[in-house]
């Protein structure tokens, strides 16, 4: 069967007690051959949005549909079993009583539905474990075969729900490459649930980012990282330091230099800093209150003069030392200008 | 405390090697070559007739039950849950009495059908009956396992293409399958254990064989030799059982595993669900109970009943106590893995596939020959004749009981025991409290429920208990298990009512705490 072009949510609310919802008017579209990245904190709704994708919750208010095709909506709703979406799971939810290869034979019906489900295997190169039972693999590799059970029936859909938060953290990059790659080949949509930023903005061709049942930002992972619309979306994709302003002749001005913006005068910003975009001087009234050293990184925290705190993220190879002092620069890459609404 | 634990946990699996040991080790008799020419096959037939019937009506009804209160929700779901458990309380005896009662040629099912309801007897009927009155073994395992089965699983089966049944039936089902095993194995050893039951509908098992070869032919070597065929019988299903516990444990794979949320059932099927968990209690429990308590109103009350009630507190109450204590001792012995430790509780853990009717044999065989060893003894040191017989006492009655029941008490105790992590006792090591305040701040609260559900379950089994009775008692000494069944036996069931009813009676209150204490498992945040 034909894979879905175009998987459209639209407004998807599902509250599970009365004053606490766990997807409010959430709305995404996933298109084929891309990888979708959906990142929040843990009770951001994403899981519940990733299920009710599959079928598996229902909504009590919105859309899914699938190349004009609706699965969830006010008057229908498709059982799992005729959405042809392929699932990970987080705990991989591998059959305990079946091998491998009976895992992933397990969506395939015909006569050759083995030696299928051994060419999937092969894919994820496990090929030699196919007689084995879960508890027989590895973490890694249950991760895999699991991956190969929701790919053999040719889904239209992939879904994924933190499908690295399992593995060990030196295997998670090489596994994590290892499926990318497996789910590439596959050319559907796919969408995978992480709280692992550096994972998301790693592996995505798109990142949405959701936060209290909603999505607060989609985009690409780079002009996410840059350009976020708020705070939040700012913090959940990495470190950043906030500070209140007012644009005054074009510029907002900040206790450790200024940037440019096109914003009225008198409009009252908030400044998103990355600490990647502040550099250091030898000249300034900057006081080092603390320097952490991470590798070829050197995260330096300071203090202004106004008593404001800030950190700098720097080469190690510069020298420096607890109650320096010195200046700063910024770099207007890294900063944001966000107002209230 | 250790060697009291393994001195004690010996001491319990002794009778059951001293039936070997006669039973290996006398000569060839007349009796046994006739019976194996005769009856033996008869016996054996009818055993494994009466353990099918039993296992698979039971696995049927206690998997039915089990998936519907663990993952849909009904109205009177929660008090289902527990309740299901209840019928444990009635022994299959008394169901048996009251089901032939109502069904016999003219009795109120027979009429009111006008013929069509067959007549519970023989094989059939008691393997019906144990299924009535034991599926709650079945009940709990299976509950517990979907229970405890990731939802993921079921949900992951539903994405690949499963329609709901079919993802039960491929998934869940399958899962379930060693505690299903495991429950069913439960079930069989207990039906095999059975005297009452197969004596009054008329299937000539195993144990109606020994009980046969004992008071009949008086024959020590006979009875010890049938006893082997009917342990090596029940080993076989208790190592399937042991077998099935282990690989449950396989499969509960590690990780973080999200609860399964119950299905809302529609208001038909939430009638079916209702209905389904009534007819269980009302044909195990409700219905035999009712009649009678119907029986026993319109019979003026048998003299010695208040006797024989006292003796049965008296004696399960004790023999209980004493179980639960070697439990609790044993299981803290098995918990330091010592291998002295773990051998012994083993060995008391065979006591449950060990009849009771064995037991008792292995009882006497072990007394018989302390008496004889110490009668010259005595008689030498003395000049008299040793003045107690050893057999026919209460503490022989109650050494059979502990030879059978210990295990029953070991195993909550070992689970209730689990509760207590190596970590907290470490924590609590570090916070330098001294081995007393351990045992009395953090062992007991935390193992106390447990405990005492072991406490209940022998208990209750003790009360339920006939075979090892009838053969060990001392002379005059009736319990209300022996009386029930004698006026059985007589067909005088107007008065056997009395003493029937009044075991589940005394049984249920105390099984109703049992009931809700095991059932607990997946009733916290199990439902969003």
Redesign the interface.
Known sequence: MSRVELLSIHGARRA??KDHAALERASLDLRAGEITALLGASGSGKSTLL?AV???EQLDTGEITADGVTWTGPKTFL???Q?????V?????????MTAVENVA??L?GTDRKSRALDQLRAVELEHKASQY??ELSGGEQQRVALA??LA?RPGVVLLDEPFS?LDRRLRGDVRQRTMDVLRAAGTAVLFVTHDAEEALESADQLALMDAGRIIQHGAPQDVWFNPVSETAARLVGDVQVCATIVSQGRAALPIGSVASELDDNTPVTALVRPQGIGLTTEGTLNVTRITYSGPICVVSMEAEDGSSWTAQIPATETINIGDRVGATLNPAFVTLVTKN | MNIIAVLAAFVCGLPILAVAAIALGGGSTDYLRHLAETRLPTYLFHSAYVGLVASLTAAVIGTGLAWLTARCEFPGRKFFTWALILPLAVPAYVAAYAWLDLSQAGAPLDRMTLGLFPTVRGSWGSGLMFALVLYPYVYLLARNAFVGQSADAYDAARTLGASPLKAFWRTSLPMARPAIAAGMALVVMEALADYGTVAHLGSPTLSIGLIRAWSGAGSLLDAARLSLILVAFALIVFGLERHGRKRMRVQATSGKQRPARRFELSAPQAMLACLAAFLALFLSMILPLGRLAWRALREPMASGLAEASLNSLTVAGTAAVIATLVGLTTAYALRRKSVLGTAAARLAGVGYAVPGAVAAVGVIALLSGIQRWLDPTWESLTGNVFPILLTGTAGALVLAYLSRFVAAAISPCETALTRVTKALDGAARTLSASTRRRLLAVHLPLIAPGVASALILSFVEILKELPATMILRPFNFDTLAIMAHQFASDERLGEAAAPALLIPLIATLPMIFVARYLSATGENGASR
């Open positions: 599970f007690t299920r599959a079928g598996l059982a799992p079993e959405r042809r979406v392929g699932l799971f987080q705990d991989y939810a591998l059959f305990p009583h397990f969506g019906t879960p508890h059970r929701a029936p399992g």
